[in-house]
């Protein structure tokens, strides 16, 4: 559980003009911040004072949200409610003494939970992968969805169902009308494959770019992919959003 945490603040704790802090997942924010209060039971879910029901977007983990004495959360929305009538929101949270960090952040740091890209930005996403880097484990001792090795499909397949990292060599690539195919074995029936809807291209070509990469460059490179798993024959995750996958370097390896 996350109650009694102390979160790693943010090195800048100045606020923008607006009274929020000036931080690149907020840019695009859509609306005014709403106050919040924990919804309570499991999941990272708040009620907020409009009526609405809000969930901290862009991460994965499976902690209720602390009822923290003098702390306060604040929900900015980053898109439209979903099908049950929950608005994804990046969450500030708000310390007795002022300082407002991004509540999403301070969970990835803390190793409590693992960035899931869903309506980040470019900046954002590489915000939130640099704050893995500083991650270290968390209060039980364990660091959430440690890298999985993409060669093991049998280890990825015990996780169908569950978020992943997985990191390996891409052995090849494959392309039909509507997919395109990231193959991380030579056996498609077993091995790991992630996918991504040919409509989506653009988007993954400037995510690689900013890596200095681009779709031809990406066979034989090690390859970080992340999200849920499924069960196709094998092992294989669905990307819908460019920063669930990184080409890996020595840097971005670790930890």
């Not at 960090?101 to 954002?124: G, R």
Request: aromatic share 8%; net charge neutral; charged share 20%.
């Amino acid at each position: 559980m996350l109650t009694g945490l102390v979160w790693p603040f943010l090195a800048d704790h100045s606020l923008a003009a607006d009274g929020h802090i000036p931080h690149p997942c907020l840019a695009a924010a859509a609306g005014p911040a709403v106050a919040l209060t924990p919804a309570g039971g499991p999941g990272m879910e708040f009620a907020g004072a409009d009526g609405a029901r809000y969930r901290a977007t862009d991460i994965a983990g499976q902690h209720a949200v602390p009822a923290t004495p003098g702390r306060r959360y604040f929900a900015r929305p980053a898109g439209p409610a979903d099908r049950w009538g929950t608005v994804p929101a990046w969450i500030e949270a708000k310390t007795a003494d002022g300082t407002r960090t991004l509540w999403q952040e301070d969970l990835i740091k803390a190793a409590e939970a693992v960035f899931a890209p869903e309506t980040a930005s470019m900046e954002c996403a590489d915000r939130l992968h640099g704050a893995r880097a500083k991650a270290g484990t968390s209060q039980d001792g364990t660091a959430p969805a440690s890298p999985l090795p993409a060669s093991r499909p049998d280890l990825l397949a015990a996780h169908a169902g569950g978020y992943v990292i997985a990191r390996g060599r891409l052995v090849s690539l494959g392309k039909t009308e509507r997919t395109r195919y990231l193959n991380f074995g030579r056996d498609w029936s077993s091995d790991l494959t992630a996918t991504i809807s040919s409509k989506d291209a653009g988007r993954f070509e400037a995510w690689l770019a900013r890596q200095g990469a681009n779709w031809d460059s990406l066979d034989g490179q090690r390859l970080e992919v992340r999200g849920f798993v499924t069960l196709d024959r094998g092992p294989s995750i669905n990307l819908t959003h460019p920063a669930q996958i990184r080409v890996l370097t020595k840097e971005t390896a670790d930890p």
